[in-house]
């Protein structure tokens, strides 16, 4: 620790004053009122106040001590903290001097001795604004200087980003001494603020320059501030940072940002997340709130991550109830228990059962009656859906049409499918019932329901998907298997997808198929160095990616729109809807009847052609096919299917 400064000494005896602040704000002030007042006449007079004056100060001291209180108190100055006194503190100071003067002068000009000089008017008010705006700023440095004194032993910090945000973490660290960071000084892309000094502190260089700036300023930390960083202007940072040999944080994006709570509290360790750069959403919450506030909401699927995320944003749209349909006893327990401690005003209903059994779906919506029902209970990995046909079928297809039903039998005013960018020119099982699904649900529209599907791609750290699979292959040492090199899909966090689903359901009127905007697609390759990275290795070095083969039912790239399926903009821009009607070649209720007799017979090539009958965009892998059909039938289809 450096030896404390005898202002750092004065500083913190005027942090200690506790309780006698409000009494030392008005000794002060008061002192302020009267010294502007009589130092006014002295600079009037040249320091020698004729004595034909003396009735004048006389009679206008008084008067100016207590109108000034008056103002004071009633725009509240003697209330705040005048260590955190800020420019908006200091306009109210200036319009409380100014009425306090204007009155005081009516008051002196109606009532007091003849000859007032008029000159003091301006003079007092000038003085006085100076004085009682100085006394604050001065405690305000006073107090950071005593708070800098705090800070010695912290780690030394750059600030990335010299632009509003890094701005205010600048000045929410000198405030909170026991955060562990000194900032050494600011690292800016823009060349035009290299050399600048801001607060303070100097813009030392851009961000090629972080390595040699690390060095010299023997830097151990680098604090991202840039809410508004695109993904690849994130990973740019990222890679610099490593480079540059030093630890790395974040402050959150524009959408994470929680008000009323400091950046610097809010500081962590950048996340995949981070390195996508989704902006945040905006959302509709008067018409999504108008559409679940006071009813009660029925969720399927309810323990997902789809399905929990649901939740969470339906209780925080005010539904009165909410139903958690889930086929799964322990997540179903712990949301059950997460939601009564974060909303203990809803009513929470959690009920065990499967889509595949009608009658417990029809139970269920009997006895809660909700009023929005949103379908997120579905099975979803490729590869696995291509082993488990039938049991893909049954609750995919089956499962939704028991749930539609029994929603429309029930009265249901809203039905929202969560579908998939699978279902988009479908090349496996899972994207092929998924799109079957909504064709379903369209099928019911007209019924007094209003059925609508919302299509989206992958959710980062949603069960089973790539980034939890690739953490956990990192901490067991490597290798991380990517099945492509080129392989790339759509990617968004959980609360986005989520929230763009309830404006989607709020817009729709029945019967559309609404897709989001999924932004450009991430390669998995890359999505996988750079999560290497963000545990602090090396790809190729320390771990090691290793590429095994596209699965069955993947394709390189998904699609969220087809060539026959052109999408129209909506009011919002993250989601669009698709202009075609989305139904399936030939009669629902029959293609139903196909599925149902296989599935019940077992037999696979009968429903892969059922499938195939409905769907004729749908194209089965060669891995399916040769489990059906002997090889050289399945290569030719193969080969047709290609065409």
Request: charged share 20%; proline share 5%.
């Amino acid at each position: 620790m450096f030896p404390e400064t005898q202002v750092a000494r004065c500083a913190r005896i005027l942090l200690r004053l506790g309780p006698a602040h409000r009494a030392m704000v008005w000794v002060v002030q008061l002192g302020v009122f009267a010294a502007s007042g009589v130092l006014a006449f002295l600079l009037r007079f040249e320091f020698t106040i004729p004595e034909a004056h003396w009735k004048h100060l006389a009679w206008g001291l008084p008067v100016w001590l207590a109108v000034k209180s008056l103002a004071f108190r009633l725009a509240e100055l003697d209330r705040g903290w005048w260590r955190y006194v800020s420019i908006t503190d200091v306009v109210r100071i200036g319009l409380a001097n100014l009425g306090a003067s204007l009155l005081s002068a009516a008051v002196i000009m109606a009532a007091g001795p003849a000859g007032f000089p008029r000159s003091i008017y301006l003079l007092d008010l000038v003085l006085c604004f100076l004085g009682t705006a100085g006394a604050r700023v001065l405690v305000r440095m006073l107090a950071e200087a005593a708070q800098g004194q705090g800070q010695v032993s912290g780690k030394r910090v750059l600030i990335y980003g010299a632009g509003a945000a890094g701005i205010q973490l600048l000045e929410e660290l000198r405030r909170n001494p026991a955060l562990p960071y000194r900032v050494a000084g600011f690292v800016d892309d823009d060349p035009g603020k290299v050399g600048l000094v801001v607060r303070g502190k100097k813009v030392l260089g851009q961000g090629e320059q972080l390595t040699e700036l690390v060095r010299r300023h023997r830097a151990e930390v680098v604090l991202i501030a840039i809410p508004s960083a695109a993904g690849s202007q994130m990973t740019r940072i990222m890679k610099l940072c490593h480079q540059a040999g030093v630890e790395y944080k974040t402050i959150p994006g524009l959408g994470e940002i929680i008000e009323g709570n400091g950046l610097a509290k809010q500081i962590r360790d950048v996340a995949v997340e981070d390195l996508l750069g989704r902006s945040p959403v905006r959302l509709e919450e008067g018409a999504i709130r108008a559409k679940l506030a006071g009813k009660v909401v029925l969720v399927t699927g309810a323990a997902g991550s789809i399905g929990s995320e649901l939740c969470r944003q339906v209780a925080r749209f005010g539904a009165r109830a909410l139903v958690a349909f889930e086929i799964a006893e322990s997540p179903l327990f712990e949301l059950e228990q997460e939601m009564r401690r974060a909303h203990p005003e809803l009513e929470f209903w959690p009920e065990i059962g499967s889509v595949q059994n009608l009658e417990r779906v029809r139970e269920v919506m009997e006895r809660r009656r909700p009023a929005v029902v949103y379908h997120a209970a579905a099975y979803k990995h490729v590869p696995m859906m291509e082993q488990h046909v039938f049991e893909a079928v049954e609750n995919n297809v089956f499962g939704t049409w028991n749930v539609a039903q029994a929603a429309k039998e029930a009265g249901v005013g809203d039905f929202v499918l969560i579908s998939t960018d699978k279902a988009v020119r479908p090349a496996s099982v899972m994207g092929a019932t998924k799109r079957l699904a909504e064709a379903l649900v369209q099928s019911m529209q007209g019924s007094g329901t209003r059925f609508v599907s919302v299509r989206f791609g992958n959710v980062l750290g949603s069960a089973g998907s790539v980034v939890p699979v690739f953490k956990k292959q990192i901490a067991a040492g490597g290798p991380v298997t990517v099945t492509h090199p080129e392989m790339r899909r759509f990617f968004m966090t959980i609360p986005e997808a989520v929230q763009l689903v309830l404006e989607a359901s709020a817009m729709g009127r029945g019967g559309e198929v609404f897709v989001l905007d999924m932004g450009e697609p991430v390669r998995i390759r890359d999505l996988a160095e750079n999560l290497i990275l963000l545990s602090g290795l090396k790809p190729g070095v320390d771990i090691r990616i290793e590429y095994t083969g596209v699965r069955p039912g993947e394709k390189l790239y998904e699609e969220l729109s087809t060539l026959l399926e052109d999408t129209l903009p909506t009011p919002h821009e993250k989601i669009r809807v698709h202009s075609g009607n989305g139904l399936i070649a030939g009669d629902v209720a029959e293609c139903l009847r196909a599925l149902r007799r296989a599935c019940e017979a077992r037999d696979l090539a009968d429903v892969v052609l059922a499938l195939k009958d409905a769907l004729p965009e749908y194209s089965p892998s060669a891995e399916l096919l040769r489990r059906i059909v002997p090889p050289k039938a399945a290569h030719a289809l193969v080969q047709q299917a290609r065409a």
